[in-house]
């Protein structure tokens, strides 16, 4: 097992992470999990801030190794906590996450790092996903976003 990924599982505090939320017409870029926290769920390509990477760049980094994909943040949309409790109700998991309106370059997501799966996936089709806690939340706020930032 990666052992800095096994250092996430009960944190001695929370783990600051960022998300991408990249929409492309009636689209978003979604990727399947594929390992715990939540492994086998949808949720939007992200991970953890590295030391000395602004929010901005670990969106990027991350985008691009989950996806493939050139990822450009444009706008904050979200910051929310994802605590996942183990059976005897102490925090296996704790992350902090900001999650960003984003523009991805054309092209075919190709799955990378710790996703099973990257697709581009109809905002009207999102209901047949099992998707992770709040995201679909933040997509409908993205949208919004992206609205506003038309006008």
């Keep these: 097992m990666n052992k800095k990924r096994d250092n996430r ?4 505090r929370p783990i ?7 929409l492309r017409r009636d689209q978003v870029l979604l990727i399947e999990r594929g390992r715990e926290p939540l492994e086998g769920y949808w949720s939007l390509p992200g991970g953890v801030v590295e030391v000395g990477e602004t929010l ?6 991350e985008g691009k190794e989950e996806t493939g994909l050139e990822v450009t943040p444009l706008a904050l ?16 998991y704790h992350y902090v996450l900001i999650d960003f309106l984003c523009r991805a370059r054309a092209g075919k997501p190709v799955a990378g790092d710790d996703v099973r799966r990257a697709e581009w996936v109809s905002i009207k089709r999102l209901e047949q996903y099992r998707l992770t806690e ?3 939340e933040v997509i409908r706020k993205a949208l919004r ?7």
Excluded: C
């Excluded at 976003?145 to 038309?150: A, G």
């Design 9 to 12: 599982r009960y944190p001695k």
């Design 16 to 22: 600051l992470g960022v998300g991408a939320v990249a």
């Design 56 to 61: 901005e760049q670990a969106v990027a980094r």
């Design 77 to 92: 949309v979200e910051i929310f906590e994802r605590l996942i409790l183990d059976r005897r109700s102490r925090p296996e």
């Design 134 to 136: 709040g995201t679909l």
């Design 145 to 151: 976003r992206r609205e506003e930032l038309r006008k």
